[in-house]
T-cell receptor
Framework: DAKTTQPPSMDCAEGRAANLPCNHS???????VYWYRQIHSQGPQYIIH???NNETNEMASLIITEDRKSSTLILPHATLRDTAVYYC????????????????FGTGTRLKVLA | GAVVSQHPSWVICKSGTSVKIECRSL??????MFWYRQFPKQSLMLMAT?????????EQGVEKDKFLINHASLTLSTLTVTSAHPEDSSFYIC?????????????FGNGTRLTVT
């Protein structure tokens, strides 16, 4: 089961900042938060990830609350090409012999950037 | 870097036939690969986790005899849909994580659209 909840949809004016929230209230101390986006009929594209500290890269910023129960992805200057479904994922450890992780997708937020 | 190539990008097959989908990590070694499927207007659903050199781990409700996964090398995993039926028509997406890097993100292929007639 997905460990995240997101609003189903959001609109944002072109050129403005898009702030996409994500709730992950059951996150454990060593679980990372990842953000991906998916444009129609393509594979998800990695955006950013973090554990505790805020992170920034050329695509976006990730703000994680101090209690780590929620985070916000910020696209500083949204463009029409940012229209996509954005997924927030908590990666969690699977305790099997292989010792791997799972990445379970929630329903995501459909962001529409308006001209 | 970190490119995942998936082939074919689309395939149409007749009911009862089998289809193989390949997933390759082009410039990194992938200890673990994941297979997802996605129906229209829905999110990605994890089907199975594939570790190099060992049997895949399937999610609950995914038939392992129906969806055969082989991960024979650190750069290649295959998903074979056996005896395909129209209800298997879906978008199949593979992903891979970089070997040896604990927090490295998943890298996804561009998916394979399977249509079973």
């Amino acid at each position: 089961d997905a460990k995240t909840t997101q609003p189903p949809s959001m609109d944002c004016a072109e050129g403005r900042a898009a702030n996409l929230p994500c709730n992950h209230s059951t996150i454990s101390g060593n679980e990372y938060v990842y953000w991906y986006r998916q444009i129609h009929s393509q594979g998800p594209q990695y955006i950013i990830h973090g554990l505790k500290n805020n992170e920034t890269n050329e695509m976006a910023s990730l703000i994680i609350t101090e209690d780590r129960k929620s985070s916000t992805l910020i696209l500083p200057h949204a463009t029409l090409r940012d229209t996509a479904v954005y997924y927030c994922i908590v990666r969690f450890r699977v305790f099997t012999t292989s010792g791997t992780y799972k990445y379970i997708f929630g329903t995501g937020t459909r962001l529409k950037v308006l001209a | 870097g970190a490119v995942v190539s998936q082939h074919p990008s689309w395939v149409i097959c007749k009911s009862g036939t089998s289809v193989k989908i390949e997933c390759r990590s082009l410039d990194f070694q992938a200890t673990t690969m994941f297979w997802y499927r996605q129906f229209p207007k829905q999110s990605l659903m994890l089907m199975a986790t594939s570790n190099e050199g060992s049997k895949a781990t399937y999610e609950q409700g995914v038939e392992k005899d129906k969806f055969l996964i082989n991960h024979a090398s650190l750069t290649l995993s295959t998903l074979t849909v056996t005896s395909a039926h129209p209800e298997d028509s879906s978008f199949y997406i593979c992903s891979a994580s970089t070997r040896g890097r604990e927090a490295s993100p998943l890298h996804f292929g561009n998916g394979t659209r399977l249509t079973v007639t």
